[in-house]
């Protein structure tokens, strides 16, 4: 086992933590729970498990990761940022177990390739696998202040690459899945409108390579004409990537995640373009004064 951290964040997780918490012990020395004020039995499974518990009211998640970064008592070199939902694969594990001890001083970071379950089936067409930062070095690495799509970028060195990877498995029911998204899409459609207007500072972060591309691509999307762009979404990913082959989960995935969240993140960036007589500088007034700096 390498000098490694779990850094967990939580908020009513009694489903996955146990989960979460017995795969971080695989790798991690030791594991930490930041936790926002759960109101089931998430604080009390992670505790008799030996996780250090931490509190701290959620704000957005990047204020959330960074607050944990800044206070946490971290003691080893490395921390890998795990989401409670989430669990490395064994061939993952073994890789940075092995890839640690012969790396140099100026990797600071690496990514790691992020599959997807949904309703329990591996989602294995039509979306390109997510390649995220999530093994860092204490001190050389923070997340974006955004309210959506945040990056995580180390301040200081390079970045490296890991083959294996690690898996996003929720648990939970389609109830859940479609409200979690209905308060995402919120999210999503200020983000949305404060890249259209250039709300946001001008700053180019090192997150890797696929994330810059990921940026790329999202400042395309915005340019296409709303709800033609989600439409055209979903039918890059499901005829044109071959997410038919999945399945009727795969059906759903692509449809709710790639087509119906899309669309209702346009709906909400055309409610707001309505209500401002798509006016652009009566709708920059209104995101900055209520979404700017808070």
Request: with cysteine; hydrophobic share 40%.
């Amino acid at each position: 086992m390498q000098d490694i951290s779990a850094f967990i964040i939580t908020y009513n997780e009694e489903i996955h933590i146990e989960r979460a918490i017995k795969n971080a012990q695989k790798y991690a020395k030791d594991v930490y729970v930041l936790d926002s004020y759960s109101t089931d039995k998430t604080v009390e499974i992670a505790k008799s498990l030996g996780a250090n518990v931490y509190q701290h009211k959620f704000r957005y998640h990047a204020d959330q990761l960074n607050w944990g970064l800044k206070n946490i008592p971290f003691k080893t070199e490395w921390i890998w940022r795990q989401d409670a939902d989430e669990y490395l694969t064994d061939e993952l594990i073994k890789e940075i177990d092995q890839t640690l001890p012969h790396t140099t001083t100026n990797i600071t970071a690496f990514t790691a390739p992020c599959l997807r379950k949904f309703l329990g089936k591996h989602i294995k067409h039509g979306i390109l696998p997510l390649i995220l930062l999530r093994l860092f070095k204490r001190g050389y690495a923070q997340w974006e202040d955004k309210k959506m799509d945040e990056h995580i970028y180390v301040t200081k060195g390079e970045i490296g690459s890991l083959k294996n990877a690690f898996f996003d498995d929720n648990l939970n029911n389609l109830s859940w899945w479609t409200e979690k998204h209905n308060r995402y899409a919120s999210k999503e459609a200020i983000d949305l409108l404060m890249t259209e207007y250039g709300l946001y500072k001008d700053t180019v972060v090192n997150s890797g390579e696929h994330s810059a591309a990921i940026r790329r691509k999202k400042l395309k999307y915005i340019k296409m004409p709303l709800f033609w762009r989600a439409f055209a979404f979903f039918v890059l990913r499901y005829i044109f990537r071959l997410g038919f082959l999945d399945g009727k989960e795969g059906f759903l995935w692509h449809f709710l995640q790639g087509f119906w969240y899309r669309t209702l993140a346009d709906a909400k960036v055309f409610e707001i373009k309505k209500e401002h007589g798509f006016d652009s500088s009566k709708i920059k007034t209104f995101l900055k004064e209520n979404y700017l700096n808070k």
